[in-house]
């Protein structure tokens, strides 16, 4: 089931069929550092699949949404992108792609698709986004959209994250 679309890309739900994305996503190094995250336990990844291939509820019913990002017009996951909900109890927009596919505006293309989604289908009247300060690239493309409002040590992570918000 297609969530939204932006120009390029179709956000949909996550299929039994593409697990082997999702895993590569959740635990390759070069993709989870500059999260950042630690390659997750096996367990813990079949859980975190499981609700993506079978969400319970609204997405708002939810404090984690997650969804598979595609090329319109094919099934490869490049991809995922979520509707998280941070320490405050706000929404927050998280996003992370294969690294065949850094550095050709997905990035980008999606984060503005997640804040138009946001506003527009889901009627928020905020979304914030937390990026590792040492993420320079995800910092760039959030700050073409969300204003930075504050530094803070995220203890879990163990990093300096800022947070950005932006008000419908």
Same mark, same amino acid.
């Given at each position: 089931? /297609?969530?939204? #679309?932006?120009?390029? !890309? *179709?956000?949909?739900?996550?299929?039994? +069929?593409?697990?082997?994305?999702?895993? &590569?996503?959740?635990?390759?190094?070069?993709?989870?550092?500059?999260?950042?995250?630690?390659?997750?336990?096996?367990?813990?990844?079949?859980?975190?699949?499981?609700?993506? /291939?079978?969400? #319970?509820?609204?997405? !708002? *019913?939810?404090?984690?949404s997650?969804? +598979?990002?595609?090329?319109?017009?094919? &099934?490869?996951?490049?991809?995922?992108?979520?509707?998280?909900?941070?320490?405050?109890?706000?929404?927050?927009?998280?996003?992370?792609?294969r690294?065949?596919?850094?550095?050709?505006?997905?990035?980008?293309?999606?984060?503005?698709?997640?804040?138009?989604?946001?506003?527009?289908?889901l009627?928020?009247?905020?979304i914030?986004?937390?990026?590792?300060?040492?993420?320079?690239?995800?910092?760039?493309?959030l700050s073409?959209?969300?204003?930075?409002?504050?530094?803070?040590?995220?203890?879990?992570?163990?990093?300096?994250?800022?947070r950005?918000?932006l008000?419908?």
């Open positions: 089931m /297609i969530i939204f #679309q932006t120009p390029r !890309l *179709d956000i949909r739900n996550f299929k039994s +069929a593409d697990k082997a994305y999702f895993v &590569e996503l959740v635990t390759k190094l070069e993709i989870i550092e500059p999260v950042p995250q630690s390659p997750m336990p096996a367990k813990q990844i079949e859980e975190k699949f499981a609700k993506a /291939i079978n969400p #319970q509820g609204t997405i !708002l *019913d939810n404090e984690t997650i969804w +598979a990002i595609c090329e319109k017009g094919r &099934e490869e996951v490049i991809g995922l992108c979520a509707l998280l909900t941070n320490d405050e109890n706000d929404r927050e927009l998280g996003y992370r792609f690294v065949e596919y850094w550095g050709k505006g997905h990035g980008t293309e999606i984060a503005r698709g997640l804040i138009d989604f946001s506003f527009q289908d009627k928020l009247e905020k914030t986004a937390d990026v590792d300060i040492r993420n320079i690239a995800s910092a760039k493309i073409k959209f969300l204003k930075p409002v504050r530094e803070f040590f995220n203890e879990k992570d163990n990093c300096i994250d800022r950005y918000e008000y419908k």
